[in-house]
């Protein structure tokens, strides 16, 4: 898989940083965003498949032989729910509030993108645990960090992380954005 | 727990990258070792436990007013047996192909130690699920990166993470090293 350019179409730190771990050449490119609209009656399970995709048609006609594109879109989903990005800071903190002391799933969409115009999909699941938190807990992460910007309000590794989270099912990268091992083995399939 | 001073006897750079998530004032003391010797008969499972609280017991006469000690030690089990640091290169190799393919058990002890003498232990379990590995996958993570160092010859946050990490259940900062959440709460239930 050393011998591709990989393409990440995404503006996560995130999922930057979990790229790299793939030890492999890749650069990030933003510059063709798309309206995530889903179209009426897609489940929650089946929403960030869809918007993966999405995201990846604006790229697909420019892929130079050696490009391979990924794209990908996390969602947080809590009885049956899709739980976005919060609005503001009341918004974070009522999002906190209603994973508290539940557990909720975490999928992540990823669609690979190739020259000849094929486009590979999957989603992954991640369960994850939450312990109860109080509300000094959540002023005090909604103040100190930024969860405007995830998806469910909170960054699994950062403090949050350790307050909040006792446990998962599945896997952990998937939760902070990209399901890596998952990636790894789809790229490694078809190099 | 923001009042405390927190001491942490530990050499582990991940340790110490676990304990900064707490948001705490720490320090890592590592100056009083101890010989890592357990009893005959201890099983595997309480075998983390048991070098947690030895590994506190040098410091434990020493600590003001205001200190908390953290100590912890961590293995991995396959079949019931512990799987300990690699000795070199080679048994870095062997450990992982060992590991391939199966689901092991990584057990982290730790025990928080008290100003007025008291010390408290708790163990923490995580199931990791690996997948096959290649031989030139092996070799490629034992001469990139540092297995010996590490229980399982293994860095979860390293490339091997991705390569091999199926999906865990249970803490992965517990993998790492250090249960977080687990002793968030212990350090918060008793400031």
Known sequence: MNSKRYILASGSPRRRELMAMLDVDFRVDTSRPVDEVVPEGTSAEE??????????????????????????????????????????????????????????????????????????????????EFDTLTPAEIDYYVERYSPLDKAGAYGIQEWIGAAAVKGIRGSFYNVMGLPIHRLYRALTANC
């Open 47 to 128: 929403t960030p498949a869809y918007l993966s995709r999405l995201k990846a048609q604006p790229y697909m006609d420019s892929l130079r032989p050696d490009e391979v594109l990924v794209t990908a879109d996390t969602v947080v989903i809590l009885d049956g729910k899709v739980i976005g990005k919060p609005k503001d800071a009341d918004d974070a903190r009522a999002t906190l509030a209603r994973l508290a002391g539940k557990t909720h799933k975490v999928i992540t969409g990823v669609s690979i993108g190739r020259p000849d115009g094929s486009l590979t999909t999957f989603s992954e699941v991640t369960e994850v």
